[in-house]
Nanobody
């Protein structure tokens, strides 16, 4: 099973930006569904953004227009560009990649939006 390694999290002020990266140990073309989840303290994990082969991208309403999911095939890396960050975006963010028969998850990375 492939391994996913996230990077790019940290502390940012409201209105700031961060870009999360998720590097996969295998070939990114093996996966047909890729996405980013997040889990805030005391809340359920929620799907933030998703990229589905042949269907495009999807976002939850609260991040539309602020977050962008993308991929770099030669680097086998998935990204989440987060702009205009708000305190309610504070959470642990997880990347996930799915192919027929299996899903892989990253270890999670903290994003904190605070002044």
């Amino acid at each position: 099973q492939e391994q996913l390694v996230e990077s790019g999290g940290g502390l940012v002020q409201p209105g700031g930006s961060l870009r999360l990266s998720c590097a996969v140990s295998g070939n990114i073309f093996n996966f047909n569904v890729m996405g980013w989840f997040r889990q805030a303290p005391g809340k359920q994990r929620e799907l933030v953004a998703q990229m589905i082969s042949g269907e495009g991208t999807h976002y939850i309403d609260s991040v539309k227009g602020r977050f962008t999911i993308s991929r770099d095939n030669p680097k086998n890396t998935l990204y989440l560009q987060m702009n205009s960050l708000k305190p309610e975006d504070t959470a642990v963010y997880y990347c996930t990649m799915t192919r027929i028969g299996s899903s892989s998850w990253g270890q999670g990375i903290q994003v904190t939006v605070s002044s």
